[in-house]
């Protein structure tokens, strides 16, 4: 199965992931978030199929950082679950010391998420809000499939896997909310918890 890629950056330090990484943006995001940080590179930048192999040959160049650093490829977006199958039939090819990460919304079917919860090293969950009016309000869809997906990460007891990012969104949550989806995710088991300000992009 093809990826639809975006951009591929390489030689990343610690912020995708553990070690070096490359981070592989996939095309295409079901959310239409209000301040997305894609919005300039999905509308000006088209994007590219790859086939594997030809991801694999891509990536392959950096293999000795990876294993120097342990280190490895993120999945990120857009919406890499979109891309679930992809990835899946990736992990078949790869060397076992290219770790895998994956940057998610969590927004998609559980059949897509739930066969990456074994092989996925890191998840970096970026959970917008779990205030489902916020979350609608930001977003442009309803928080349901989050919440779900969220629920299954914790029915099979991966949570240590998981960096969840909350942001504080200007002009939408306040600190009580903030408190709440904090408290929600811990109740789930959840113990890796950043909260940040969201720097509103420019065009
Ligand atoms: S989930 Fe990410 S890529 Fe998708 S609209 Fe929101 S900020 Fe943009």
């Avoid at 990536?59 to 857009?78: L, N, R, W």
Wanted: contains cysteine; neutral net charge.
């Amino acid at each position: 199965m093809h990826f639809k890629i975006q951009t591929i950056n390489r030689h990343r330090l610690t912020t995708d992931g553990a070690g070096i990484t490359t981070l592989i943006g996939l095309a295409g995001c079901p959310l239409s978030c209000r301040y997305c940080i894609n919005r300039y590179v999905l509308k000006h930048s088209p994007s590219r199929e790859y086939t594997q192999e030809q991801l694999l040959n891509s990536i392959m160049q950096d293999y000795c950082y990876f294993v120097a650093s342990e280190g490895g490829i993120t999945f990120g977006g857009g919406e890499p679950l979109l891309q679930s199958q992809a990835i899946q039939e990736f992990f078949d090819r790869l060397p076992q010391a290219v770790s895998v990460n994956l940057e998610t919304s969590l927004y998609a079917q559980e059949e897509l998420l739930l066969p990456l919860l074994e092989p996925v090293r890191e998840f970096i969950i970026d959970i917008k809000s779990l205030n489902p009016e916020v979350y609608q309000a930001y977003t442009g869809l309803a928080l349901e499939p989050v919440w779900r997906n969220l629920n299954r990460i914790a029915q099979n007891g991966v949570q240590r896997k998981c960096r969840l990012r909350i942001p504080r969104i200007p002009g939408l949550t306040t600190e009580a909310d903030i408190q709440a989806s904090v408290s929600r995710l811990r109740e789930l088991g959840f113990s890796n918890l950043q909260v940040f300000d969201y720097i509103i992009p420019t065009e």
